[in-house]
């Protein structure tokens, strides 16, 4: 069984991070259905990489281009939820990688 993003990264109205998940979650849905599994596994890797740093210091909108670099090609979705995740906090962003690893987990193959 699965649990929708607020599960995982529920943060109170007046948090920084509040606005973002809401936009996130109404237009990419509760449990992001709206992404392919190649998209999960994408934004997957930018949280794991935001970890260590690797795109810290970049123009806003730039992670893209990085990830289109080192990876494979950025769909419309994956622009969009990028430039969101990417002012997500720290913690934040921590608390999606759960949410997405079990969403890849769960879907169809």
Same mark, same amino acid.
């Given at each position: 069984m699965t649990h929708p993003i607020g599960f995982y990264a529920a943060r109170p109205q007046g948090h920084p991070d509040h606005e973002i998940l809401t936009k996130l979650e109404a237009k990419f849905g509760s449990y992001f259905q709206?992404? %392919?599994?190649?998209? *999960?596994?994408? *934004?997957?890797?930018?949280c794991s990489l935001e970890v260590e740093g690797h795109y810290r210091n970049l123009n806003p909108g730039h992670e893209c281009v990085m990830l289109?670099?080192?990876f494979w090609e950025i769909t419309l979705s994956l622009k969009i939820i990028? %430039?969101?995740? %990417?002012?997500?906090t720290h913690e934040t962003r921590l608390d999606l990688m759960p949410f997405l690893c079990e969403q890849i987990r769960n879907r169809p193959r």
């Open positions: 709206q992404l %392919s599994t190649i998209e *999960l596994c994408t *934004l997957m890797t930018y289109q670099e080192d990028l %430039s969101l995740v %990417s002012v997500l």
